[in-house]
């Protein structure tokens, strides 16, 4: 199942373009808790299909951070009982509640699905992004943006300041 879920996570890495002529990112995403707990780690890629499920214009979804599982590239890291949890996933979409600009997001990490980052657990939650055209004649829209976090989930005080260009669909 883990190999499944990585293999999936590496084939989304590879669509959503992560060399430097597509995807590019400046900043990470840290933990600071327990062991397990602990990590720090750059963005790999990007991607705006969502993944909630939701028809076409009926999902929230902003821009979704993947990270590649670290277990696939390190043996030391397969283990899921002696390796830090780390990040595989984080959706951000628009709040429930319709205010703009106020966004939320759901952290997956290795170990733990559907962790909610919205106002109750962060003291900084903040996207700034803008829309430009494709990259490529036949291509679809990019994204660039800014991404601001201070939460405490999961007994850990997670935080990012990332900063991306160019996440397609």
């Known amino acids: 199942m883990r190999l499944a879920a990585a293999v ?3 084939m989304l890495l590879a669509a959503t373009g992560c060399n430097s002529e597509f995807f590019s990112e400046r900043g990470t995403m840290t933990s600071a ?3 397990r707990n602990t990590w720090r780690w ?7 299909d969502p993944f ?6 009926k999902s929230k979804s902003i821009v979704t951070l993947v990270w590649m599982d670290a277990g696939a590239r390190d043996p030391s890291l397969a283990n899921s009982n002696t390796s830090p949890d780390f990040p ?4 951000i979409e628009s709040a429930q509640d319709g205010t703009p600009g106020r966004v939320v997001a759901t952290l997956n990490t290795r170990d ?3 962790i909610l980052l919205d106002s ?3 003291t900084a939650l ?16 990019t994204l660039s943006g800014e991404l601001e976090l201070d939460c405490r989930a999961t007994d850990s005080r997670i935080a990012a300041h990332i900063a991306f260009e160019r996440c397609e669909y």
């Open 8 to 10: 999936a996570l590496a």
């Open 112 to 114: 733990h699905v559907g």
């Open 120 to 122: 109750s657990v962060c």
């Open 42 to 48: 750059h963005p790999q890629g990007c991607t705006r």
């Open 126 to 141: 903040r996207l700034q992004t803008q829309e430009h055209p494709a990259l490529r004649p036949s291509g679809r829209p």
């Open 52 to 57: 909630d499920g939701l028809p076409l214009g």
């Open 88 to 91: 595989l996933r984080l959706e």
């Open 33 to 35: 808790g327990s062991w």
